[in-house]
């Protein structure tokens, strides 16, 4: 008579994710205090934008690891409709009554705490259509049932983009890659890739147009005009970040002056924000570069792989989601510190300087551990 075996049902954690997720943190810090050094001197001190960060990564580790170990995530759907119109509605009241900055009114002040509300339209995005997929089931293949999911996320995207416009086209990109996965059609998506390389070809005429049509404004048609010409003395002042970022890439070589070394991020005003990835290519060279984007594409692969084993469709779409957004950020951004895409003011996720969209990348991925952790293994 043969040993029967005995099953045991645990709990999986992705403590591969978590580390990626805390050692990308860390070597964001790292960059940023390099790269913020000589401004934040001028300003406060050398550790004034370091000591910022610093704080908010704090807080959004604690919130990160509380939402992954006492929430379960199912709890998300309840708030999804409340969080997602509160976030909609401090856009509307951003337009009205916030601050301007590099010409678009962005932010918005609550109990002296300034952040942007644009930020929360993509994360409570992310939740409220990871609802509405998962409620559709095999009905998303309905165009019919696709209306509200749809403009769930044009509405917000639209009006957003009239302000800031990289964020508007993330809430679109989010909605489409989630959408991607949901629908087994995919010919619809293949006309959307053709659409979207025509305009990339095409980008110089069609703001030649939108100038003409008064649909676009001038400061976001400017950065296309200097995105094809860089080197324009009619664009001089818009191109001064765009070059000097293409100087520290060039001169970093394989692996760069070294750590702290950078010459370049004291000729650029905002080498903590955007442009943070040229600072890294300056001072790490070429392996500093690839490392950073290696350290991307694990993490991209570890959320594949939760969603993959989720223990439902809401779950797993909210991971789709996650991995949207972190996905789509980091491209943009290189794309643009690379001079491939006009300057969007995309951040690198987990490295450049911001509080508010640091706090709600760490919460994503608390929500994505959460969704790990009420995965099942069974172990013989």
């Known amino acids: 008579m043969g040993l029967t075996r005995t099953k045991k049902i645990v709990s999986f954690y992705d403590y591969s994710l978590l580390f990626?997720?805390?050692?990308?943190l860390g070597f964001g810090l790292?960059?940023?205090?390099?790269?913020?050094?000589?401004?934040g001197d001028m300003e406060e001190s050398a550790m004034s934008y370091l000591r910022k960060q610093g704080f908010f990564a704090v807080g959004g580790l604690v919130l990160m690891f509380g939402l992954s170990h006492l929430l379960d995530y199912r709890f998300l759907r309840v708030l999804a409709l409340p969080g997602f119109a509160a976030a909609c509605g401090l856009v509307l009241l951003t337009a009205a009554y916030g601050a301007a900055s590099h010409g678009s009114t962005r932010w918005f002040?609550?109990?002296g705490v300034r952040f942007q509300p644009s930020e929360l339209v993509?994360?409570?995005l992310i939740i409220m259509e990871a609802r509405e997929f998962s409620r559709l089931g095999s009905q998303v293949n309905s165009k019919k049932s696709l209306r509200q999911p749809l403009l769930l996320a044009f509405f917000p995207a639209i009006f957003i983009a009239f302000s800031n416009l990289s964020t508007g086209i993330i809430i679109l990109g989010i909605f489409s890659l989630m959408l991607f996965v949901a629908r087994k059609e995919y010919k619809p998506f293949f006309y959307l890739f053709l659409l979207l390389l025509l305009l990339y070809l095409a980008a110089y005429p069609f703001a030649v147009l939108m100038e003409k049509c008064h649909i676009m404004h001038g400061y976001q048609l400017m950065r296309i005009y200097a995105w094809k010409r860089p080197l324009d003395p009619r664009y001089v002042s818009k191109t001064y970040q765009t070059v000097q970022g293409l100087y520290a890439i060039g001169s970093g070589g394989i692996f760069g002056r070294g750590l702290g070394e950078s010459l370049q991020k004291f000729m650029m005003p905002e080498a903590q924000n955007d442009m943070i990835f040229t600072i890294l290519c300056e001072e790490l060279g070429l392996f500093?570069?690839?490392?950073?984007?290696?350290?991307?594409?694990?993490i991209l692969y570890r959320l594949y792989d939760i969603a993959r084993n989720a223990?439902?469709?809401?779950?797993?779409?909210?991971?789709?989601g996650v991995m949207s957004h972190i996905g789509l950020q980091a491209v943009l951004n290189i794309a643009v510190a690379c001079n491939q895409i006009p300057n969007t003011g995309v951040t690198l996720p987990f490295v450049s300087y911001g509080g508010t969209a640091l706090v709600l990348l760490l919460l994503e991925i608390g929500i994505c551990l959460s969704v790990s952790k009420q995965t099942k293994l069974e172990l013989r």
């Open 311 to 320: 223990p439902d469709l809401f779950g797993s779409f909210l991971v789709i």
């Open 30 to 39: 790292l960059i940023l205090y390099s790269a913020s050094s000589g401004r």
């Open 288 to 298: 500093g570069a690839v490392s950073l984007i290696l350290i991307y594409l694990f």
């Open 122 to 124: 993509k994360f409570t």
């Open 20 to 24: 990626a997720v805390l050692f990308i």
């Open 109 to 111: 002040t609550i109990f």
